[in-house]
């Protein structure tokens, strides 16, 4: 399988590869990891006539661990988030999804930014940070901007990016001490996409839910969340199955997929909750 | 469209040569260089046969175009011999232990468990299984390369206590 021919670029910096993406328009596309771009240039279901590779880009790199907010470039790989000690103990969560993610070589080249930047559903990473409302820093010709990760995803592969703008940074406010974490994911075998995957935050009065793969973005349920921090988890439950929109697929029918997506929210909810201080 | 310049370095030895950037390294690696260890299996990323070892990263050179890793350090099957050319420890205990039947996938699994060890010197059978998660092995069910990859372990620590 041999994708169709393109021109090849890895701009030093941002202002570069904006500069590329400017000057080519839809013809042009970033490429971070790969692994979900290339896959589809090969069976060439996408192709454009420029490849804009990040990967020298230096601002797109490094974890940053601060006193209140926890930063990671766009370029941070899966296997950086994993062996990561001091973001493993500021934000176990991100670690403990992360290990769930496609497989190690996999893990070794892809990256967090192109995870929640593709609207893809059944990646991990959107859900995850809506549940610890991120935020995406984007650059682009017009500047610099900030979208709340619950406010970036429309429908499956669109976002609030635009076409000529590249996601640069994630900024994570870190949970509180007492806030218990956990994430929980169905899947058939290791690689596959989330038949039902469950983020949780609580402690101290609060609580943040957030699934994946149940519909055509990442949910996360302001109602669901509510209940939980009010001790009712089967309100929570129940919030959370109202909100999910899942259709039928090869991982089940509808009614199957719900099943998997509370027994992963409870699984994940007690775990949380365990762990909460 | 154009070709571009490309050089690496693999098992050792610099190499370059002109490769369209759309070119995935597993065809440069097997087509222009002739190095056909790394196997082309589902070609879809999922069953870990082209894995080679890229500036300490296990990767799959189907979903790697060789324009992504120009200038990079690459190590195959074929590196992991001891330098007289006899099989390395991880080679010569997938023969001892019969960790493979058909053979297609054990470039892969060989080079993929290289990475793994140099990393986790001492894994669990637990940490070997999740490891080796992204190759594929359709003979064996796995028990076989996971004690070759085991016993491959305690040997490269008798041998670095020994030269201690």
């Given at each position: 399988m041999i994708p169709a021919g393109f021109e090849y670029h890895r701009p030093g910096d941002i202002a570069s590869a904006i500069g590329i993406l400017q000057e080519h328009g839809d013809e042009a596309r970033v490429i971070a990891g790969g692994h979900s771009l290339i896959p589809m240039m090969k069976l060439r279901m996408t192709d454009m006539s420029h490849l804009v590779d990040?990967?020298?880009?230096?601002?797109?790199k490094g974890i940053e661990i601060e006193s209140d907010i926890v930063t990671l470039g766009a370029m941070v790989t899966q296997h950086e988030l994993i062996t990561h000690d001091g973001l493993a103990s500021a934000i176990p969560l991100i670690r403990e999804a992360a290990l769930q993610i496609a497989d190690p070589q996999v893990r070794y080249v892809g990256t967090v930014g192109g995870n929640v930047a593709?609207?893809?559903?059944?990646?991990?990473m959107p859900g995850l940070m809506q549940c610890l409302n991120a935020t995406f820093e984007l650059s682009g010709p017009d500047g610099n901007r900030s979208v709340a990760a619950r406010e970036f995803y429309e429908a499956a592969y669109f976002?609030?990016?635009?076409?000529?703008e590249i996601l640069t940074r994630i900024s994570i406010p870190k949970p509180g001490a007492g806030i218990g974490q956990a994430y929980e994911k169905q899947k058939r075998k290791i690689g596959d996409y989330a038949t039902a995957a469950a983020a949780v935050m609580v402690g101290n009065g609060t609580a943040s839910v957030a699934m994946t793969n149940l519909a055509d973005t990442p949910i996360w349920s302001e109602d669901a969340s509510n209940a939980l921090a009010g001790g009712d988890v089967e309100g929570c439950v129940a919030a959370m199955l109202d909100a999910i929109d899942p259709v039928a697929d090869n991982r089940g029918p509808v009614e199957f997929k719900k099943h998997v997506a509370a027994v992963m929210l409870r699984r994940a909810i007690d775990r949380a909750q365990n762990r909460a201080g | 469209m154009s070709k571009m310049h490309v050089k690496l370095t693999v098992n050792g030895k610099q190499v370059e040569g002109l490769a369209e950037p759309r070119t995935l390294l597993i065809h440069f690696l097997r087509e222009?260089?002739?190095?056909?260890?790394p196997h082309i299996g589902?070609?879809?990323?999922?069953?870990?046969?082209?894995t080679v070892d890229i500036d300490g990263k296990s990767v799959k050179s189907c979903t790697t175009f060789v324009a992504q890793v120009n200038g990079a350090d690459i190590t195959t099957v074929?590196?992991?011999?001891?330098?007289?050319g006899s099989l390395g420890v991880l080679q010569e205990m997938f023969r001892e232990h019969h960790g493979?039947?058909?053979?297609?996938c054990t470039p892969g699994m060989i080079t993929r468990a290289h990475r793994l060890l140099q990393e986790n010197p001492n894994p669990t059978e637990e940490e070997i299984r999740f490891g080796m998660a992204g190759n594929l092995c359709r003979?064996?069910?796995?028990q076989n390369i996971v004690k070759a990859i085991s016993a491959s372990a305690d040997m490269m620590n008798a041998q670095k206590e020994a030269a201690e």
């Open positions: 990040l990967q020298a880009i230096e601002e797109l593709n609207g893809d559903p059944g990646n991990d976002t609030a990016r635009e076409e000529e | 222009d260089l002739k190095i056909t260890g589902c070609e879809t990323s999922h069953c870990g046969a082209c074929e590196g992991l011999t001891n330098d007289d493979l039947q058909c053979g297609f003979c064996t069910g796995y």
